[in-house]
C-alpha cells in the first residue's frame, strides 16, 4: 500500500472525505468551528485530523459533545506535514487571527483545496480558489465549504488552481515583496541597489 493508503487506514479508514485541521494552539487556530462544522456536514464519513501543540483533552470532550467523537483523529506535534498533505484530502483552518497563515499555502502548493477564515491573512492570496468564510465561527458556513469540496471534482480543480497560485509565490517572490515593502517604507527604489554608499 502507498503511503497515502497507510495514513489513512490508520486514522479513521480508506473511505471518506479527509480534512486536515494544522496548527498548535488550538483555540486561535478556531478548531472548535472546526469540530462544529464538521457535526453539520452532509457528509457522513468526513473525519478531521488535528495536528499540533495543544493539549487534546478537552477537545476530545468537545468533538463528543458535538457527537463527532469517531471521526476526530489527535495526531500530535509532527514534523511530517508534506506527508499529511498528500494523505488529507483538503485543510481547513478557521482562524480567529492570523497574520498570515503558512500552511494555507503549503496546502495549496500540494494540490489541496484550502478552508479558511476571513482573518487569515493568505485568504487574500487564495481568492477565488480557496473558500474563504468571513466569520471564524460560522461553523454552517465552514460545513458547506466542506460539502462543497466533497466532490472530488472540486477538490481537483480548487487544488490545481492553488498550486498554480503557490508555484507563483515561492520563497524568492515573497523575499522580494517583503524587501519591496521595506523599501516603500524608505522611500527608495526597489530596483536601485541598497548598498551603503
Known amino acids: 500500500p502507498s503511503e497515502r493508503e497507510v495514513f489513512r487506514s490508520q486514522w479513521g479508514g480508506p473511505e471518506g472525505t479527509v480534512w486536515l485541521f494544522p496548527g498548535s494552539g488550538f483555540h486561535r487556530k478556531g478548531l472548535e468551528t472546526a469540530l462544529a462544522a464538521l457535526s453539520h456536514c452532509q457528509d457522513p464519513d468526513a473525519r478531521l485530523w488535528v495536528v499540533g501543540k495543544d493539549d487534546p483533552r478537552r477537545w476530545r470532550k468537545r468533538a463528543r459533545v458535538w457527537g463527532v467523537e469517531d ?7 509532527r514534523q511530517d506535514l508534506e506527508v499529511l498533505y498528500h494523505a488529507a484530502d483538503g485543510m481547513i483552518l478557521p482562524t480567529r487571527y492570523d497574520g498570515w497563515g503558512l500552511v494555507c499555502l503549503e496546502a495549496a502548493a500540494s494540490g489541496r483545496p484550502v478552508i479558511t477564515s476571513g482573518q487569515c491573512g493568505a485568504a487574500e492570496m487564495l481568492e477565488g480558489v480557496a473558500r474563504v468564510v468571513e466569520r471564524a465561527d460560522d461553523a454552517v458556513g465552514f ?3 466542506m460539502d462543497h469540496f466533497s466532490d472530488p471534482e472540486q477538490r481537483s480543480l480548487a487544488g490545481r488552481q492553488g498550486r498554480a497560485i503557490a508555484e507563483h509565490n515561492g520563497w524568492s517572490e515573497c523575499a522580494w515583496s517583503l524587501r519591496s515593502a521595506y523599501l516603500d517604507v524608505r522611500g527608495a527604489d526597489p530596483g536601485r541597489s541598497t548598498q551603503k554608499d
Open 71 to 77: 471521526r476526530v483523529f489527535f495526531l500530535g506535534f
Open 143 to 145: 460545513a458547506a465549504a
